[in-house]
């Protein structure tokens, strides 16, 4: 009394932390004894402290949980709160203390069942007692939410079936029948029974029963009616080739892939955006981007394709099959650029892929992206130890940008110590050579061999560079004049611009420095 009388005073003056202590503290002091927590029930009471007076009655009903008066009131509240838990605790003590009281544990079993707790013993609990009531309806109904957990909704129903038409009234027994109904499709009678329920005197979990179940009827009503617009749009457009066609491998039709194939056939692009824009999508999600990137590219919305085109990417990750699949959507619809962009990644999960390698070379060569090239050449020679013409490019590109110099020039001498004889080796070496000052041993690899002045290399800057450093500028113009910018990249061009301009200055050239 005195804790509690302690705690009213923290709360007069607005000392929450301390009311907390007190009012903990005041019902840990009543202890196991019955009379004590009696007597602060009704101090409590007197105050109208109702969220403490619950806090009594639970204390009180552990001591006494036989006791009607006091497990009623707190069954009251809890039902009233909607706290199934905690009805489903109340009915497990009950039934422990009392196992001769048939209905807790038909309580129990049910609230077991909502909650999907349990459900084992819950399902012997409900079988037993009905075994042993067959006539009691509320028992009945345990058991039919028992077989509706399990998986047989049919058997369920039917078993509801059984009750007289008074009792199928009750809100537990109409429940079950109207989920059993919707799970076993039948629409009408269950979207009957759905209606007259009740919902306001329903447990949370009860409302969760009903809402699956109208959802389950609505998505079936909503699989009738884009079949029938498959249909429809598959007979409009019959003539006309589908998206799925140009996939590589098989895909599952579900209603909504049928649905936007049926769409792009017809070419209705806003009928197809609306769609793919729905809440819902059954299907693969790179695909539902990629589509939407092409019906907002055909609408003239080219902000909205670009964006959704990038989340198709980062939806395809690294699966090779996904990847794959927007590689054939894009090389169908013409999209190079972002056919490649989605070959690079193709590459980085596969990066020992030649045939791709070449593809990628070739494109970002045309597009003069020398940094691209040089990135995933790279990723192919760490990945195989490349010593052919992949990584004499590497090495050529690698010092032609200024970058990765130092593992460049290590490959350099790598790869020529591989095949000397080749003449990509040797002047990706010799450039190598020139890199780190050593003009003198460069030109012993480059004087009077045939070098390739194609096939992605320019020897001619590497030759007039070498030969300028060694002060030989009639033959650095010579072989500067073999330069062809028509099939040179942007680094190629300035390093030639950079040579010109050292030859013109009548100035001793710095091997190292880049233009």
């Not at 824009?277 to 080219?302: I, K, V």
């Not at 394709?305 to 690294?318: F, M, P």
């Not at 073999?482 to 680094?491: G, N, W, Y």
Request: charged residues 25%.
């Amino acid at each position: 009394q005195r804790l509690a009388l302690l705690a009213h005073a923290c709360r007069r003056l607005s000392r929450p932390v301390d009311f907390a202590d007190s009012w903990r503290l005041a019902l840990i002091a009543t202890g196991h004894d019955v009379n004590s927590v009696v007597r602060l029930l009704r101090t409590v009471e007197s105050w109208q402290w109702e969220a403490e007076r619950h806090d009594v009655l639970w204390k009180l009903f552990n001591l006494i949980p036989t006791n009607r008066t006091v497990h009623e009131q707190l069954i009251a509240r809890e039902f009233r709160d909607g706290n199934t838990a905690n009805l489903n605790r109340i009915y497990a003590r009950i039934a422990e203390a009392d196992p001769a009281n048939a209905d807790a544990g038909n309580n129990f079993a049910y609230t077991s069942l909502l909650l999907n707790t349990n459900l084992a013993r819950a399902q012997i609990i409900a079988r037993d007692l009905h075994r042993q009531h067959p006539e009691k309806a509320t028992y009945l109904t345990t058991y039919a939410m028992a077989l509706y957990r399990q998986g047989e909704p049919a058997q369920a129903l039917a078993l509801l079936e059984r009750l007289d038409a008074t009792s199928r009234l009750g809100p537990g027994a109409r429940l079950m029948e109207a989920v059993s109904a919707a799970a076993t499709g039948q629409a009408a009678r269950a979207s009957e029974l759905i209606r007259e329920l009740s919902r306001a005197r329903m447990l949370p979990e009860e409302r969760s029963l009903v809402t699956a179940a109208t959802g389950f009827l609505n998505r079936n009503q909503l699989l009738d009616d884009r079949t029938r617009l498959v249909a429809q749009a598959e007979a409009r457009g019959a003539e006309s080739t589908g998206w799925v066609d140009l996939l590589p491998g098989s895909l599952e039709r579900t209603t909504d892939i049928q649905l936007a194939d049926a769409h792009y056939r017809e070419r209705n692009y806003p009928a197809l955006m609306s769609l793919l824009q729905g809440t819902r999508w059954e299907g693969p999600p790179h695909l539902r981007h990629a589509l939407q990137a092409y019906a907002g590219r055909e609408m003239g919305q080219t902000a909205l394709s670009r964006e959704s085109w990038r989340q198709a990417a980062v939806a395809a990750g690294r699966d090779s099959r996904r990847l794959r699949d927007l590689d054939a959507l894009a090389g169908n619809w013409g999209w190079t650029s972002e056919r490649m962009d989605i070959a690079t990644r193709r590459f980085e999960a596969a990066p020992t892929d030649r045939a791709l390698l070449s593809e990628l070379l070739a494109h970002y060569r045309s597009q003069a992206r020398t940094p691209e090239m040089m990135r995933i050449l790279w990723l192919y020679v760490n990945q195989t130890d490349a010593t052919g013409a992949e990584a004499a490019w590497c090495v050529y590109y690698s010092l032609l940008c200024g970058l990765n110099e130092s593992p460049a020039q290590i490959l350099a001498a790598r790869i020529f110590e591989a095949a000397p004889a080749d003449p990509r080796h040797r002047v990706a070496y010799a450039f190598s050579l020139w890199r780190q000052n050593r003009p003198a041993e460069a030109w012993k690899l480059l004087e009077g061999k045939v070098l390739l002045e194609t096939d992605g290399m320019q020897s001619a800057l590497v030759e007039a560079g070498v030969l300028l450093e060694l002060g030989r500028k009639a033959d650095a113009e010579s072989a500067l004049k073999r330069f062809t910018p028509d099939r040179a990249v942007p680094e190629e061009i300035a390093l030639a611009r950079h040579l010109a301009g050292l030859l013109a200055m009548d100035l001793p050239l710095l091997a190292a420095t880049q233009p």
